[in-house]
């Protein structure tokens, strides 16, 4: 194989496994939010949680972003030359 051809498939690896681990963080964490009943109606309420997510922030999820990086840095500086 083509030297070039494996560091766009590092690449692209790099890239999946990025996206598959910012995806496992958030899923590992539990529940994303939770039904609970409302004490007012007696149903439940929405899971669409009441303040902003906090779980899709740079500072948790920089190995993910630094990874997708890398992985795009190499495919691009392959294909361009």
């Known amino acids: 194989m083509d030297s070039g051809l494996v560091l766009i498939w590092i690449g692209a690896l790099l890239i999946i496994g990025g996206v598959l681990y ?35 922030s740079f500072r948790t999820h920089w190995p ?12 691009l500086t392959e294909t361009a030359f």
């Open 22 to 56: 910012g995806a496992g963080q958030v899923l590992w964490r539990g529940r994303l939010s939770d039904a609970r009943l409302s004490r007012s109606t007696g149903r439940k309420t929405t899971l669409e949680p009441q303040q902003s997510p906090r779980s899709f």
């Open 64 to 75: 993910a972003f630094v990874l997708i990086l890398v992985g795009g840095i190499l495919i």
